[in-house]
């Protein structure tokens, strides 16, 4: 559902007085990284990426690498990113995300406070907050200064299983309660986007989709213009 300006919804206070009402933007692709990456080669698959189509935002979310290797992944992939006009985020950690100077970072419920990495980061930058299947967590997330709330995983993915399995209901609920963009996450293929677009999702993001494309990225990234299209409800 999309909010005319001059309609007033019931909010509570806090919302009311963070976020103004107004226009929500289309549906945009918001693609996040494999958990293993070989740098040089990443960086060739990130550029085709974003040639491929229009890209609100990347994460670049590794496991069980060090630090130093994380921090020259983001030196390496930051400038790619902004000649695509593309924002960085980076998975888990506010500390690294401050030191590599990239636009944000992805916290998950376990990955440390919003005030915390608010702290680190400054109010200029972007927080997104994990919450699962969950209307609590998200209002939540919104209280505690998140400039975004993620659901997920809508449907079965191998790229980080889930148990919880939320449903496009809680993004059109969520966006009429707040201005706060809503993030749909998991098991996202381009043929079970729209559901999650005319419910209202404001980016839809995806792994796999993108970069086990058998054609490439940037053929993974165009295979959304359709889905992405998708009217809301
Ligand atoms: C956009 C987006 N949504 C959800 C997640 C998952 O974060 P988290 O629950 O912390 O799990 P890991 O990604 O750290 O395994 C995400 N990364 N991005
Ligand atoms: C990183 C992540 N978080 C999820 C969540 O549910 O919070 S699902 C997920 C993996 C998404 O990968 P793919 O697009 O390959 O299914
Ligand atoms: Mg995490």
Known sequence: MSLDADETIPLPDEFATRFDQGFRPPC????????????????????????????????????????????RACEALLPVCAAADVAFLLNDRADLAAKAGVDGVHLGQSDGSIAEARKLLGAGSTIGRTCHDSRHLAMEAGEQGADYVAFGAFYDTTTKPSHYRPT????????????????????????????????????????????DHPAGPGAGVAAFAEALATPRG
């Open 168 to 211: 496009p209901p809680i993004l059109g609920w969520w966006t009429t309660l707040s201005q706060l963009p809503c993030v749909a996450i998991g098991g996202i293929f381009p043929e079970y986007a729209a559901p999650l677009v005319a419910a209202g999702a404001d980016f839809i993001a995806v792994v796999r989709a993108v970069w």
């Open 28 to 71: 945009q692709l918001y693609v996040v990284s494999p958990p293993a990456i070989v740098l040089a080669d990443f960086v060739e698959a990130a550029k085709a990426a974003f040639d491929g189509g229009p890209v609100a935002a990347f994460q670049l979310r590794l496991k069980d690498v060090a630090d130093d290797d994380v921090l």
